[in-house]
């Protein structure tokens, strides 16, 4: 059966509760699955019967359902591709500017780093690849929410309650999307010691990717400096319309 946007609604509902899911924390009962979705419990019975036959859902002892193993499998694959695609220019970035390079994807209200090339310095930071971060205390996370627009961003606030970092982390949502607003203005996102005291990082999008996803570069506060971005921003940004250009091709 066909949906109203197009697609194929048997799809869609699958779909939707993988991200209900997910927007969970990974696990839902039945009732949750339900109100969220709007579908009655017989088809999400249905629905949920065929994600446990194919491994993309499992239900726990508890009786909740959670991701299945299959998920983990297309997420390692796409997150392979998009670093095997990204890997040349984070090498190129982290060799020109010193530092360590990141690439990060939005993944709901979280971003999830999927490669990375390191720093030519002994003292580097380490950002584990996998990893997921929240948006609003990180240089790429906060980039990837100047995508949004201003009710999604106040509705992401709202799910995570901004949990902080450290004590330089945003704390409201109102303060929120005034740093978008200028991150926005200026192009670029930073990060100064909101999620790791010491840390500084800068972070661009990355243009015509197939999904939201920005390219940044971090290191001790002492060596990026505020004045450190008239260097980076500009390899920065060159970087991901390489990266960009190269994800729209594969």
Aim: with cysteine.
């Amino acid at each position: 059966m066909a949906s109203s946007t197009g697609g194929v609604q048997t799809v869609e509902r699958a779909i939707d509760l993988l991200e209900i899911m997910t927007d969970l924390g990974g696990d839902a009962t039945l009732s949750e699955l339900s109100e969220r979705s709007g579908l009655p419990l017989p088809t999400i019975h249905r629905l949920l019967r065929t994600l446990v036959q194919r491994g993309y859902a499992r239900q726990l002892p508890s009786r909740r359902y959670a991701l299945g193993p299959g998920v983990l499998r297309l997420a390692d694959a796409a997150g392979r591709q998009f670093g095997a695609a990204a890997r040349p220019q984070l090498e190129h970035v982290a060799a020109t500017l010193g530092e360590t390079a990141n690439l990060a994807l939005l993944d709901h209200e979280m971003a999830v780093y999927v490669a990375q090339a390191s720093s030519t310095h002994s003292m580097r930071m380490f950002t584990e690849v996998g990893r997921r971060v929240h948006l609003h205390c990180t240089g790429v996370g906060k980039m990837l929410l100047a995508g949004l627009d201003e009710d999604q961003v106040r509705e992401i606030a709202r799910r995570t309650g901004l949990p902080p970092a450290t004590e330089r982390s945003i704390a409201g949502p109102d303060e929120l999307v005034a740093e978008l607003a200028r991150i926005r203005a200026r192009g670029y996102a930073v990060d100064d010691g909101e999620q790791e005291i010491g840390v500084r990082c800068f972070a661009v999008a990355v243009p015509g990717a197939p999904v939201a996803t920005a390219l940044s570069v971090s290191g001790p506060a002492a060596r990026v400096t505020p004045e450190f971005a008239d260097e980076a921003v500009p390899v920065l940004r060159e970087a991901a319309e390489r990266v960009g250009a190269r994800l729209a091709d594969r």
